[in-house]
């Protein structure tokens, strides 16, 4: 735990935020009602993330109007996003859970990493304030703030643009299975398009949905006179 603090170059004034951010719910005390788990945090963490993407945003790209900073924003505070930070600051491996959970991959989980990840920047502003939360940002964001020369669209909304350009409707998607147990589901959506379905699989429906329309779009483009190209399709 000193040396994960230590990499985060923050010394905490009070050590017992850091770690119940690195406290997962089923590590928690239930006699406590899981209060001493790191999920108050990643509530108050998701909060200040968006702040400080959206402050920082305004200032890299001065001349974007607010639909195009909100698309680099939705990329910025998503999972992945967090899942790239969390594997670079090591976050995995000083999460606190029960060694069952350890043995079956929880700490590899997305959303887990991803709350966490959340739940540490609320732990930072509650010690620190903005600026501890701010230096973390600033040093883990940045390349995947330089990373997109252009605004960012996600899978979903690349697709609905690419349909409705050709005026071919929304796609329609629909949750096929749920597998899994309670707290580490799996999710399949498949989502009909241009009258093609294609599917995919997450550890959220909102995942899953953003991996089915990936399919959709990686396929090519139905056979047809309004046929084109989707963006981020096949060649």
């Not at 709350?115 to 964001?141: C, F, I, K, S, T």
Request: hydrophobic share 45%; aromatic share 4%.
């Amino acid at each position: 735990m000193g040396e994960f603090a230590e990499r985060l170059g923050h010394r905490f004034a009070d050590p017992e935020l850091l770690a119940r951010a690195l406290t997962h719910r089923s590590a928690a005390d239930p006699k406590r009602g899981q209060l001493d788990s790191n999920e108050r945090l990643e509530f108050l963490g998701d909060r200040v993330l968006a702040l400080l993407i959206a402050e920082w945003l305004t200032e890299r790209f001065p001349a974007e109007r607010e639909g195009d900073l909100g698309k680099r924003l939705g990329v910025l505070v998503a999972r992945e996003a967090l899942c790239r930070v969390a594997e670079s600051i090591g976050l995995g491996a000083v999460l606190v859970v029960p060694p069952s959970e350890g043995r079956a991959g929880l700490r590899e989980r997305a959303n887990v990493l991803a709350d966490a990840v959340e739940a540490l920047l609320g732990a930072l502003y509650l010690d620190g304030g903005l600026p501890a939360a701010r230096a973390l940002v600033r040093r883990e964001w940045g390349r995947l703030i330089e990373a997109d020369t252009a605004p960012p669209m996600s899978a979903k909304s690349r697709l609905q643009e690419w349909l409705l350009g050709r005026g071919l409707g929304l796609p329609a998607y629909r949750l096929v299975r749920m597998t899994g147990p309670s707290h580490q589901p799996v999710f399949v959506v498949a989502v009909t398009a241009a009258g093609r379905e294609a599917e995919g699989v997450g550890d959220s429906k909102r995942a899953a949905e953003q991996a089915a329309a990936e399919a959709w779009l990686t396929a090519g483009p139905p056979a047809g006179p309004s046929a084109g190209q989707p963006p981020g399709g096949a060649a």
